[in-house]
């Protein structure tokens, strides 16, 4: 039942005589909101949250406040308000709905107020829902984030409420049958003219004793009243049968929240871009996109693999697959310049007369004794849909293995976040790895997702201790399921934009299937100076933050580019191979404005590019009245080539490579250049390293799998014969594994 259901039936007319029990029925429903409101308030903050560390969310403490406070005057009046809703309010609707059906003299309704009640009133909640028990708390007006204290304010939402192993199910029913007889009492009046009704409905229904300030009176429940005034975006509902417990017994959902819900295979979230296309060098010569190390596609597209179906196309992003794989490509001596690019140019395995470019970036590894401190803050997704295995249990355990990682003068905070957000562990220095340990343990799930105010409060923490020498970064995990605050990406994208400035990073570690927002934690991780990775297993979680911790915590090198000018003197077309959400304009390069990715310690990079060298048969013609200008460049060479390429004759060159790129404390970037000249090409696929080869594999494999229209009938069989005899040496098992992943893609189901 809603305040517009409430103000329904106070404009509904009713005869003199009925008018005490239409006023009995309303005041017994404003009583019962009034008594949810102070619930609300009184368990307010064991689900913000708050500043210390003594009041983390834990599902079991509100489980003991829920009993302790069963026996306050306050919930016994809750609950004697809400009897008197189901039992009073409908047995007084039904008397003058029958007395306006039967009597002559009764007013015309309104058509508005049969029109206002919503259709989903008394509609009973998914099974998703119950088994989740959640209950969204209300979206909060979707300004852009206030850079100051008063954002937490803004994104605080209401508490959640769970149920308790179904406690709240005969409440919820009982209050569904409500909402279920006004619906019918609202109805449109029978054809057939009812019996005269009973003399002993004649009388006014007299008012039930021993209710909360009594319900005679218009004023019970005016709390109440003013805080609906104020809030028109909320709806309060009652008959959902994970009603209230512990922490409330009136939910608050927005009304979209109750529409029906797309399936699990539906409600994955990705970026959908275009395949790059081909384009010529004659018109489009310069190629420029920002470095990615994200592998967080890898590990989805295994998922599906291992499920037994192909994963969405979109899903596939083919850089992220190749960059999954370590590789032992040539390492700079040290850190200044932090990396090292090579470049190795090869006949295309499946277009020969084509060529591949492979380029190759390796991040300068730092020593133990060369790594600074860490201060870390765990931002943990803590809401009800974070409750399954592969959710939050799993991130527990990944945080765990973490921390075993640090050294002793680390330290770690943890924020979580659901309905509120709050503090569940101060910053706490490494030695003391039981505390942590402990703050881990404690954290359950429930409740919706307000990620917005979790967001503002790690960071808020991050930077209450933030240490110039050290790397100061958040690592939120998560589904990416927003629901609550503030849920537009690109107003949480412009919030972190602006707070990346402050040396704060943030990464963020995805997990679940079936609501796994992908979209959502790409953003947040590539404009937070971060990385995202998915973990679906133990084992990646041990390869993400084990295995390469240093990789993914120690930023060597931030907002690198790469930028290649071709020669329409040597290459007719090419395409880049993955990188589509990348992307960068031309004259984004030289601007250090623009963000870009970064390369932490030790990290491999892999970018592939697909040339047609000029005279090879193309996809793309030449235009009719460019021929001339195509032929006199080919002849003679331009004064901006030579130029471009340091005075070097333009035919000696395929391109020429460029990459920027900042120190991680410094704002002003440093440009690294190599020429692609003959001298790095080598005649067949078998002569390059093995691990170009088997890089080479991989994008093909996901060109494959993501329909780009590239690949010439090569097969899966073909990445498999290429990537076993490129399998190298492989201590961890991952190519093993992608070869059997190949394997499973022949059989699997679209």
Known sequence: MTKRDLENLKRLAVPPALAEAKRAAIAAALVAFDAVSDANVQFKNSTQGSAGSDRPMRTTSQTRSFFMGLASHQNMAVAASLAVLVIAAPIALKTYQDERTRSPDWPAPKPTAVAAVPAQLGKQPSEEKKQERLTPAAKLDSKPFPDNADFQEKTEAQPSVQSLDGRGDKLGSASSAANLALDGLLAKPAAVPPPPPPSHLAAPSPAPAGLPNGIAGFDAGKAARDELSNLPARQLKFGQSNL?????????????????????????VFNAPDVNPVKQAATEPVSTFSIDVDTASYSFMRRALNSGHLPPKEAVRVEELINYFPYSYPAPESADPPFKPTVTVMPSPWKPTDKLVHIAIKGYDLKRAERPRANLVFLMDVSGSMGPEDRLPLVKNALRLLVDQLQP???????????????ALEPTKISDKQKIFAAIDKLEAGGSTNGAGGIADAYRLAEAGFDKSAVNRIILATD?????????????????????????????????????????????????????AYVDTLNEARKVLVDEASSSLFTIAKDVKAQIEWNPARVAEYRLVGYETRALKREDFNNDQVDAGDIGSGHAVTAIYEVTPVGAPRLVDDLRYAKATAETAAASPSPAAATS???????AELGYLKLRYKKPNETTSQLISLPITDELSKPTITDVP?????????????????????????????????????????????????????????????
């Open 690 to 750: 093995q691990d170009v080869r088997f890089s080479v594999a991989v994008a093909a494999f996901g060109d494959i799998v993501r329909g780009a229209p590239y690949v010439n009938g090569y097969t899966y069989d073909d990445v498999i014969a290429l990537a076993q005899s490129a399998r190298g040496d492989d201590p961890y098992g991952y190519r093993a594994e992608f070869i059997n992943l190949v394997r499973l893609a022949k059989s699997a189901r679209p």
């Open 645 to 651: 390429s340091g005075g070097r004759s333009d035919t």
């Open 409 to 423: 003068d680390d330290t770690v905070g943890i924020v979580t976040y659901a309905s509120g957000s709050g503090i």
């Open 480 to 532: 990416g399921d927003f629901n609550v605050g503030i849920t537009d990406r690109d107003q949480l994208t412009s919030y972190i934009e602006r707070k990346r400035n402050s040396g704060v990073f943030l990464s963020v570690l995805g997990v679940g299937q079936g609501n796994h927002n992908d979209a959502v934690m790409q953003s947040l991780a590539q404009n937070g100076n971060g990385t995202a």
């Open 244 to 268: 209230g417990m512990p922490n409330s017994l009136a939910s608050v959902e927005p009304p979209e929240a109750s529409k029906a819900r797309p399936s699990d295979e539906e409600r994955d």
